[in-house]
């Protein structure tokens, strides 16, 4: 099983401000990662896959990079419906995820 | 408009049953592979299990083999998860998701709860 290892655990960020998440897993994934968003109450949304590719109707401030087993997550200026859990996950067998990001209001 | 609809949520004992059910909408559902995740309270996602368009083809995270059995019905345009010997630490909110692009969730439920206690 891979373990997908995320950090920092708490972001501590104010609007405006750029948020980076990393995602680090046991081993390579070549690109095919993908990062969710989940607010409290929620179901979680998908916001990247393939490590860089915006789902449908994601605002172009997240963007994703990475390959291999380090992964970003990348939040260009905070706005203040991004703060959130987020988590990392990858599609081998078993697909499995990251423990999670809160990026809280600082 | 998508949605997938959970339900069969609720409390059972310890070693009881439950089989939760996901009615897709607003898309085909039979060209999707189907999904189910759980959370715990306060902690993170976990997959269970995974099913092809027709049913041939499904799997399980071990944690949960041989307790749980995912199937559908596309005629009813229909997702299941039949639970077994439910444990404490079965305790979760259940989705239910899209499966796409080898294995990305892209479309979830709002979830229902199930909580395993006496």
């Known amino acids: 099983e891979i373990v997908l290892t995320q950090s920092p655990t708490t972001l501590s960020l104010s609007p405006g401000e750029r948020a980076t998440l990393s995602c680090t897993a046991s081993q390579s994934l070549t690109s095919y990662l993908a990062w969710y968003q989940q607010k409290p109450g929620q179901a979680p949304r998908l916001l990247i896959y393939d490590a860089s590719k915006r789902a449908t109707g994601i605002p172009a401030r997240f963007s994703g990079s990475g390959s291999g087993t380090d992964f970003t997550l990348t939040i260009s200026s905070l706005e203040p419906e991004d703060f959130a859990v987020y988590y990392c996950q990858q599609r081998n067998w078993p697909r499995t995820f990251g423990q999670g990001t809160k990026v809280e209001i600082k | 408009e998508v949605q997938l609809v959970e339900s069969g949520g609720g409390l059972v004992q310890p070693g009881g049953s439950l089989r939760l059910s996901c009615v897709a909408s607003?898309?085909?559902?039979?060209?999707?592979?189907m999904t189910w995740v759980r959370q715990a309270p306060g902690k993170g996602l976990e997959w269970l299990a995974n099913?092809?368009?027709?049913?041939?083809?499904?799997s399980h995270v071990d944690s949960v083999k041989g307790r749980f059995t995912i199937s559908r019905d596309n005629a009813k345009n229909s997702l299941y998860l039949q639970m077994n010997s439910l444990r404490v630490e079965d305790t979760a909110v259940y989705y239910c998701?899209?499966?796409?692009?080898?294995?990305?969730?892209?479309?979830w439920g709002q979830g229902t709860l199930v909580t395993v206690s006496s």
């Open positions: 607003g898309f085909m559902f039979n060209t999707y592979w």
């Open positions: 099913i092809n368009q027709d049913g041939s083809i499904y």
């Open positions: 998701a899209t499966d796409v692009n080898g294995g990305y969730f892209d479309y």
